[in-house]
T-cell receptor
Framework: GQNIDQPTEMTATEGAIVQINCTYQ??????LFWYQQHAGEAPTFLSY??LDGLEEKGRFSSFLSRSKGYSYLLLKELQMKDSASYLC??????????WGAGTKLIIKP | NAGVTQTPKFRVLKTGQSMTLLCAQD?????MYWYRQDPGMGLRLIHY???????AKGEVPDGYNVSRLKKQNFLLGLESAAPSQTSVYFC???????????FGPGTRLLVL
């Protein structure tokens, strides 16, 4: 079957760095997406990886290892506004997104 | 550009009632999707459309119907609402199948 695993909740301190991990199993693979979702709002796109390696975009970076079925989202210089859920989604061979349940990130001052 | 909009934002239904959720996008996207989001679960695909006049079933289509008569609109219908359909419903659109999906603000539905 197809499956996405990510931690349910993480806590970090303002100004620190946090890494949110995601492992996936899909029928075929056409890329890995990360979305941010603030409470009561819609998911918004953060990053897309289809090749192995690290993609950096400002304070956020995303890493992919296709051979290990593994990705992580790295958030640096954490700010209070980064408190949100982070959704990992893998695109399968039919270009359908398989979504993880999300990681709720709590930032403490 | 309004992006993706959804109507209504919130609705309460009684078991057995019917309703239609409207999704509209002004980005000229071909692909449109309806998802539901429940606590502790990932987004689950209900139905999707790859172009005007086309629809297809997703992971959890039972109890729902859809129509895509115009490219910019994607309607989700509940024929006879059940408490199990209490959820937050998100519509999304994208240009082509491997591109980013853009989400609407969601519709919160409570079925009593």
């Amino acid at each position: 079957g197809q499956n996405i695993d990510q931690p349910t909740e993480m806590t970090a301190t303002e100004g620190a760095i946090v890494q949110i991990n995601c492992t996936y199993q899909t029928s075929g693979f056409n890329g890995l997406f990360w979305y941010q979702q603030h409470a009561g709002e819609a998911p918004t796109f953060l990053s897309y990886n289809v090749l192995d390696g690290l993609e950096e975009k400002g304070r956020f970076s995303s890493f992919l290892s296709r051979s290990k079925g593994y990705s992580y989202l790295l958030l640096k210089e954490l700010q209070m506004k980064d408190s949100a859920s982070y959704l990992c989604a893998a695109m399968d061979s039919n270009y359908q997104l398989i979504w993880g349940a999300g990681t709720k990130l709590i930032i403490k001052p | 550009n309004a992006g993706v909009t959804q109507t209504p934002k919130f609705r309460v239904l009684k078991t057995g009632q019917s309703m239609t959720l409207l999704c509209a996008q002004d980005m000229n996207h071909e692909y449109m999707y309806w998802y539901r989001q429940d606590p502790g679960m990932g987004l689950r695909l209900i139905h999707y459309s790859v172009g005007e006049g086309t629809t297809a079933k997703g992971e959890v289509p039972d109890g729902y119907n859809v129509s895509r008569l115009k490219k910019q609109n994607f309607l989700l219908g509940l024929e006879s609402a059940a408490p199990s359909q209490t959820s937050v419903y998100f519509c999304a659109s994208q240009t082509t199948e491997q591109e980013t999906q853009y989400f609407g603000p969601g519709t919160r539905l409570l079925v009593l």
